[in-house]
């Protein structure tokens, strides 16, 4: 009887790594599926707050006189990014329809040329989709010589189909790095 309860111990011990490695492998693979799951639950529920990246066209909109909606504009600079980026307005009311033009202000602090990316994102998350840009700086890629300084245009309306209970959007844009990697400068 004696001998049994050693094997015991080593065969729970043995149960308890094998269970423990394989909690390890299900959380990895959770992990690993959480970004789609993620995108799926966004784009069902309609909450990401990410905005289109292709333009659309000025559309033939009813101007909405009788409703106002604050837009304020925010930027933001990815770390190890030795720009400054600020939008030359922060904060404008606009009338639903309404065609509106604004611009952000960007310059490479590096004694070499740089390119940089910004990525926009609208709050609350369900009004980006009502947020239409017809020409937009974050639809490319921004080159700016050591030094150098650019205007970066922003057109864009609020669809009048927005919901009332909306009255303040944010536009946030984060501006990252995009200095193309070796490999793809020479393909």
């Not at 009255?167 to 790095?177: F, Q």
Request: hydrophobic share 40%; net charge negative; glycine share 6%.
């Amino acid at each position: 009887m004696a001998d049994q309860e050693p094997l015991s111990a080593t065969k729970k011990k043995q149960r308890s790594l094998w269970s423990l490695v394989g909690m390890a492998i299900a959380m990895f693979g959770f992990a690993f599926a959480l970004v789609p799951l993620y995108d799926v639950f966004c784009d069902i529920t309609g909450i990401n707050g990410k905005t289109s990246s292709t333009p659309t066209t000025a559309a033939a909109n009813r101007i909405d006189t009788s409703r106002t909606v604050t837009v304020e504009f925010v930027a933001y600079i990815n770390q190890g990014m030795k720009w400054t980026f600020t939008p030359q307005v922060t904060r404008m009311e606009v009338h639903p329809g309404e065609t509106h033009k604004i611009a952000y202000a960007a310059q490479n602090l590096t004694a070499a040329a740089s390119v940089g990316q910004a990525v926009p994102s609208v709050s609350p998350g369900l009004a980006a989709q009502y947020f239409n840009k017809i020409q937009c700086f974050c639809f490319n890629h921004q080159p700016l010589e050591a030094g150098g300084s650019a205007e970066l245009p922003l057109v864009f309306y609020i669809d009048p189909n927005l919901p009332d209970d909306i009255n303040t959007l944010t536009l946030a844009y984060t501006l990252y790095d995009a200095q193309p990697t070796d490999t793809a400068q020479t393909q």
